[in-house]
């Protein structure tokens, strides 16, 4: 992956700016001074962003009628206007003519309350005056300028072959890189300026830049530029020109082509959010992603990012710009929710920790969960609270215990610069590896361990009775992590309450444990309340965690805590060497007990 960084800031002030000229028109003085009092947003751009994703570009009927194509038709192939209109820019200025009352049906039944229109449109050569004519059209005399930015127009571009777009990719039956568009933006700017220029709020737009301003950064985008980006053409101070970037290494998409971000960008990732949240510029921040995924790296920021500001996570089930999308409105909520400052303690520092905002509630990283593709699909798990916030009413419903940023005993200023993994050897034997977790500025290396999850059921032995032997996917599993993985672990998903795991399972993961992985067993589905403390095992219990926010946070205790203690033999540990292993656990359950 090519390093972004610092280079990656995009600044969207200059395209915002010209929005808010239209609204309140000023000095450039008194611009500066307004941009100057406003607080600044740090926007993140995460991978496989729906909410910053549009749907397919495709061909208007404006462009089919001029070159001759087959026209978008309804069900009764009866041609459906002039096709979907798409947010462009204006190559020179144009003067357009607006029917008078014509953006609401009921304008004329007022007309008494209205200016007269600036002329009218004589309805035999089409032509405008500003005096009446017999039967003409009223209407408004407008300059439509490229400065005023972005204007909802007919998309007129084909494919190179002349036909026209359908799809994002040449061909949709076997979408390729590189014969495919990318959907996605490369980072939050121009969501920003579309929501500002689009969005009514209240009667009026530029809804975010009048709150705030923005710096964009891009530490997993979902959109990447495949033939770089030259300094010039970019808007900030930038140290440098963007260099080309290839899908599914620099950026990651889930359509036409799907491609997921590794541990390693995650790492990255994390360093790139912890050094713009250590800047005094901002006010707080928002991580962009999709809206299957975000709840997994808002809790990851949650653990990891030290920070005092409030960070939002906010992800959208509809494509930006599609019908019923609620993206735009989960942006605004987060700007109004990082304003209203009630997310401060006493001290002015976050009491919440890092949420996620969708549907005007604010739930917290740990216990939210995607449970439909539909608004309101996002719900809590846990059986304890989790909606922090009623961001419509700008309070705080309850104040989590939980550690988080901060206060979090896993975040990168608290991890240690080394830990202790285990591996084997082609010998068979096990042996103690340093493990690298920070450097000396604390950045996070790419050591972010392997922890996969297994789930169990009924009806899934291979033979009754059982024999006592280990499940023998799981063992193959365990050799895989003992030879690559140095730091490993799983979590185990048993039965509801208690996690109860089948004997052939409880034994493969015994194994694991014994050779230096942590197992945490947690509850199936959605657990309701908490599992308790089996100290006769050797495993963590999982609280009332979910399984995948138990992994987690088991990837950052194991940056934290390093491997389990390995028996000199791993199949007949001394009583001794047991109750090193559960002091290690002890520790490792402190952590799930209080984060």
Same mark, same amino acid.
């Given at each position: 992956?090519?390093?972004?960084?610092?280079?990656?800031?995009?600044? $969207?002030?200059?395209?915002?700016?010209?929005?808010?000229?239209?609204?309140?028109?000023?000095? +450039?003085?008194?611009?500066?001074?307004?941009?100057?009092?406003? =607080?600044?947003?740090?926007?993140?751009?995460?991978?496989?962003?729906?909410?910053?994703?549009?749907?397919?570009?495709?061909?208007?009927?404006?462009?089919?009628?001029?070159?001759?194509?087959?026209?978008?038709?309804?069900?009764?192939?009866?041609?459906?206007?002039?096709?979907?209109?798409?947010?462009?820019?204006?190559?020179?200025?144009?003067?357009?003519? %607006?029917?008078?009352?014509?953006?609401?049906?009921?304008?004329?039944?007022?007309?008494?309350? #209205?200016?007269?229109?600036?002329? #009218?449109?004589?309805?035999?050569?089409?032509?405008?005056?500003?005096?009446?004519?017999?039967?003409?059209?009223?209407?408004?005399?407008?300059?439509?300028?490229?400065?005023? $930015?972005?204007? +909802? /127009?007919?998309? +007129?571009?084909?494919?190179?072959? *002349?036909?026209?777009?359908?799809?994002?990719?040449?061909?949709?039956?076997?979408?390729?890189?590189?014969?495919?568009?990318? =959907?996605?933006?490369?980072?939050?700017?121009?969501?920003?300026?579309?929501?500002?220029?689009?969005?009514?709020?209240?009667?009026?737009?530029?809804?975010?830049?009048?709150?705030?301003?923005?710096?964009?950064?891009?530490?997993?985008?979902?959109?990447?530029?495949?033939?770089?980006?030259?300094?010039?053409?970019?808007?900030?101070?930038?140290?440098?020109?963007?260099?080309?970037?290839?899908? *599914?290494?620099?950026?990651?998409?889930?359509?036409?082509?799907?491609?997921?971000?590794?541990?390693?960008?995650?790492?990255?990732?994390?360093?790139?959010?912890?050094?713009? +949240?250590?800047?005094?510029?901002?006010?707080?921040?928002?991580? /962009?992603?999709?809206?299957?995924?975000?709840?997994?790296?808002?809790?990851?920021?949650?653990?990891? %990012?030290?920070?005092?500001?409030? %960070?939002? $996570?906010?992800?959208?089930?509809?494509?930006?710009?599609?019908?019923?999308?609620? !993206?735009?409105?989960?942006?605004?909520?987060?700007?109004?929710?990082?304003?209203?400052?009630?997310?401060?303690?006493?001290?002015?520092?976050?009491?919440?920790?890092?949420?996620?905002?969708?549907?005007?509630?604010?739930?917290?990283?740990?216990?939210?969960?995607?449970?439909?593709?539909?608004?309101?699909?996002?719900?809590?798990? @846990?059986?304890?609270?989790?909606?922090?916030?009623?961001?419509?009413?700008?309070?705080?419903?309850?104040?989590?215990?939980?550690?988080?940023?901060?206060?979090?005993?896993?975040?990168?200023?608290?991890?240690?610069?080394?830990?202790?993994?285990?591996?084997?050897?082609?010998?068979?034997?096990?042996?103690?590896?340093?493990?690298?977790?920070?450097?000396?500025?604390?950045?996070?290396?790419?050591?972010?361990?392997?922890?996969? %999850?297994?789930?169990? @059921?009924?009806?899934?032995?291979?033979?009754?009775?059982?024999?006592?032997?280990?499940?023998?996917?799981?063992?193959?599993?365990?050799?895989?992590?003992?030879?690559?993985?140095? /730091?490993?672990?799983?979590?185990?998903?048993?039965?509801?309450?208690? $996690? *109860?795991?089948?004997?052939?399972?409880?034994?493969?993961?015994?194994?694991?444990?014994?050779?230096?992985?942590?197992?945490?067993?947690?509850?199936? !589905?959605?657990? *309701?309340?908490?599992? !308790?403390?089996?100290?006769?095992?050797?495993?963590?219990?999982?609280?009332?965690?979910?399984?995948?926010?138990?992994?987690?946070?088991?990837?950052?205790?194991?940056?934290?805590?390093?491997?389990?203690?390995?028996?000199?033999?791993?199949?007949?540990?001394?009583?001794?060497?047991?109750?090193?292993?559960?002091?290690?656990?002890?520790?490792?359950?402190?952590?799930?007990?209080?984060?």
């Amino acid at each position: 992956m090519q390093s972004l960084g610092a280079a990656s800031l995009l600044a $969207g002030g200059a395209a915002a700016q010209s929005q808010m000229d239209e609204v309140v028109p000023q000095s +450039m003085d008194e611009k500066e001074d307004i941009e100057s009092d406003l =607080p600044k947003i740090a926007v993140f751009a995460g991978p496989r962003a729906t909410i910053l994703n549009t749907s397919a570009m495709t061909t208007s009927n404006k462009a089919r009628e001029k070159y001759g194509l087959d026209l978008l038709t309804d069900d009764d192939d009866n041609p459906i206007g002039s096709g979907p209109l798409r947010p462009q820019r204006l190559a020179t200025s144009a003067t357009v003519y %607006i029917e008078a009352f014509s953006a609401h049906p009921l304008e004329e039944q007022k007309s008494e309350l #209205y200016a007269d229109p600036d002329g #009218y449109i004589d309805p035999e050569t089409g032509e405008f005056s500003d005096s009446e004519v017999s039967d003409g059209v009223p209407a408004y005399e407008v300059t439509l300028k490229p400065e005023d $930015g972005l204007y +909802m /127009l007919p998309y +007129m571009a084909r494919k190179a072959t *002349g036909e026209p777009w359908d799809s994002d990719s040449l061909d949709p039956t076997n979408p390729t890189a590189e014969e495919s568009r990318v =959907p996605f933006f490369p980072d939050g700017s121009r969501l920003v300026e579309q929501i500002d220029r689009f969005g009514i709020v209240g009667g009026t737009n530029n809804s975010l830049s009048s709150q705030a301003n923005f710096d964009y950064y891009r530490p997993a985008p979902p959109g990447g530029y495949e033939d770089g980006l030259p300094e010039e053409e970019r808007t900030d101070e930038g140290d440098g020109d963007i260099p080309p970037e290839t899908w *599914g290494e620099d950026f990651f998409t889930y359509a036409p082509v799907s491609e997921d971000p590794t541990r390693e960008i995650l790492a990255d990732a994390t360093n790139e959010v912890q050094a713009a +949240m250590d800047s005094t510029d901002y006010e707080g921040g928002f991580w /962009l992603e999709s809206s299957a995924s975000v709840e997994e790296t808002i809790y990851w920021i949650n653990l990891l %990012i030290d920070t005092k500001k409030p %960070i939002c $996570g906010n992800g959208s089930q509809q494509s930006h710009g599609d019908l019923g999308n609620r !993206g735009d409105r989960n942006v605004l909520n987060s700007v109004e929710y990082i304003n209203s400052g009630i997310w401060k303690d006493d001290e002015g520092r976050d009491k919440v920790g890092a949420v996620l905002i969708q549907e005007e509630q604010a739930f917290t990283a740990r216990d939210v969960e995607k449970v439909d593709d539909r608004p309101g699909g996002y719900e809590t798990i @846990g059986g304890h609270g989790g909606i922090v916030a009623d961001i419509s009413e700008e309070r705080l419903t309850f104040v989590p215990e939980r550690k988080h940023t901060w206060t979090s005993e896993v975040n990168v200023t608290s991890l240690p610069r080394h830990v202790t993994g285990v591996q084997k050897t082609s010998s068979g034997k096990f042996t103690e590896v340093k493990v690298e977790i920070t450097d000396s500025y604390n950045k996070l290396q790419p050591s972010i361990p392997d922890v996969t %999850i297994t789930k169990g @059921g009924a009806y899934s032995s291979e033979s009754l009775p059982n024999d006592g032997e280990p499940d023998p996917v799981l063992m193959e599993d365990i050799e895989r992590k003992l030879e690559s993985e140095p /730091l490993a672990g799983f979590i185990m998903e048993g039965s509801t309450p208690y $996690g *109860g795991l089948r004997e052939e399972t409880e034994t493969a993961l015994e194994k694991a444990a014994l050779r230096g992985m942590p197992v945490v067993t947690t509850s199936r !589905g959605r657990p *309701g309340g908490f599992m !308790g403390v089996n100290e006769g095992n050797l495993f963590i219990e999982g609280e009332n965690f979910g399984t995948t926010k138990a992994r987690l946070l088991l990837m950052a205790a194991m940056m934290k805590l390093g491997s389990l203690p390995v028996p000199s033999d791993p199949d007949n540990p001394s009583d001794a060497e047991i109750d090193a292993i559960q002091e290690k656990i002890a520790e490792y359950q402190e952590i799930f007990n209080t984060h």
